[in-house]
């Protein structure tokens, strides 16, 4: 097995630190007294390490500021470029018995697996993080770590935390326990979704887009992808490692894609266009459904059994009778998860259409840069031909525009019907 940052693809510096902060961390493991918990470094106002109150002075083994370890991390890049990756390997560095991410101890492996009693995943299923699953989670992580390193706790989508969340969690970086490091994750394109008093509080990561090489390398080493596959799916997911795999692997991904590579050539008047807009909302919606209805019948399943169902008397009738409550809160967390796919579906699709103007914008610049999808590079050269570069570039902010109104919370279909009659209209 290789070492826990091997899958953390074309993010050399990124790397480099944190193997040196993990190192760190190791050291202050060793130099601390066994009846005694040493003390990180938290972040100053402007990112910068400084001694937490009581640290350097009285605190055996306490790390040097210029070490860089701190009690708090975010890690920020854009879609696909691992930020979640590569907050997982430093957990599993931080848990390392090395100190380095051997990949081969046991806290490697467990925490690689996810079954690490002492790093918690907290990975948004619906539309946000509320403060009740944080404050839950805060406490559980001031407790002392079972294996004698970290208590881990690594947020995905950290941009995500309601307001409420984010104070709760700003409290727990502000005062943090000894032996408790926090690892966010949010996108670099929207640096303004945590609050400013958090990020001040933390030391960022800037992770970038991986090249498409480089992910090509790691599904061949990896997953065993022929070379030829893996460099078509790397270039058509645009550095995406996660869904170059599903691209390369999953027939049903390919054939959404090819779905949505063909809109260009539906959109031949308004109706049409409205055609298209239902088709690419219903495919997202179906896609959603697929991803999630497993997951929800055994939820209820599981709920229901704990309530008593199935059982036979005045007790367990009574029983599911006072469960309404907790069988409502199930159907509103999996009617958010189930919102959050279906909008996570579409921009995949939204995604790879505007690569498809991108490549027509390209081409019509003769810019010497590769295609993003070479099976529909034809195609997109007609296009460019038709549009010029003008009308490529307006249609490429069309796409772009409609992501950006759902993350705003625009309808999803009003958005994408806007969308597909300024395709048309170009």
Not at 204 to 232: K, N, T, Y
Not at 268 to 273: L, N, P, Q, S
Not at 374 to 398: F, H, I, P, V, Y
Not at 400 to 410: F, H, P, Q, T
Request: aromatic share 4%; with cysteine; proline share 6%.
């Amino acid at each position: 097995m290789p070492d826990v940052f091997a899958d953390l693809v074309g993010q050399d510096e990124a790397v480099a630190e944190l193997r040196r902060a993990a190192g760190a961390a190791a050291a202050v493991l060793r130099a601390g007294a066994a009846d005694r918990s040493p003390a990180l470094v938290t972040a100053g106002p402007a990112g910068a390490a400084e001694a937490a109150p009581e640290a350097c002075d009285t605190e055996p083994g306490a790390l040097d500021p210029s070490t860089g370890m701190t009690h708090a991390w975010i890690f920020t890049g854009p879609p696909g470029s691992g930020r979640s990756v590569a907050a997982r390997a430093f957990a599993a560095a931080l848990q390392c018995t090395y100190g380095t991410g051997c990949g081969e101890c046991p806290g490697c492996h467990t925490t690689m697996g996810g079954t690490n009693a002492d790093v918690r995943m907290v990975v948004p299923e619906g539309l946000s993080i509320g403060v009740g699953e944080m404050r839950a989670l805060v406490l559980r992580a001031a407790s002392t770590p079972s294996g004698g390193r970290w208590q881990v706790v690594v947020i995905e989508d950290a941009d995500r935390l309601t307001e409420a969340a984010g104070n709760a969690l700003l409290k727990a970086i502000e005062e943090p326990p000894p032996r408790t490091v926090f690892l966010l994750c949010a996108p670099s394109t929207h640096p303004d979704d945590i609050s400013v008093t958090i990020r001040s509080r933390c030391r960022v990561v800037p992770l970038r887009q991986p090249p498409a090489a480089a992910v090509a390398e790691v599904l061949v080493r990896r997953d065993g992808i022929a070379p030829d596959v893996a460099q078509w799916a790397a270039a058509a997911a645009q550095g995406h490692v996660g869904r170059a795999r599903r691209l390369a692997r999953d027939p049903e991904a390919r054939k959404r894609r090819e779905a949505v590579l063909a809109v260009p050539r539906r959109l031949t008047g308004v109706g049409a266009a409205f055609d298209a807009a239902s088709a690419l909302i219903e495919a997202a919606e179906a896609e959603a459904e697929a991803s999630v209805s497993e997951a929800d019948a055994t939820e209820r399943a599981a709920l229901e059994t704990a309530l008593g169902a199935g059982g036979t008397g005045r007790g367990a009738a009574g029983a599911m009778r006072g469960a309404a409550g907790q069988l409502k809160e199930l159907e509103k967390r999996q009617k958010s998860r189930a919102t959050r796919a279906q909008r996570d579906a579409l921009d995949r699709a939204l995604v790879d259409l505007a690569g498809f103007y991108r490549d027509a914008l390209t081409m019509a610049l003769r810019a010497p840069v590769d295609p993003v999808h070479t099976d529909t590079a034809a195609l997109a050269g007609a296009g460019a031909q038709k549009w010029d570069a003008e009308g490529s570039l307006r249609r490429l902010e069309a796409v772009l525009a409609c992501r950006a109104a759902i993350e705003a919370n625009v309808k999803p279909r009003i958005a994408v019907e806007a969308m597909m009659l300024a395709l048309w209209k170009g």
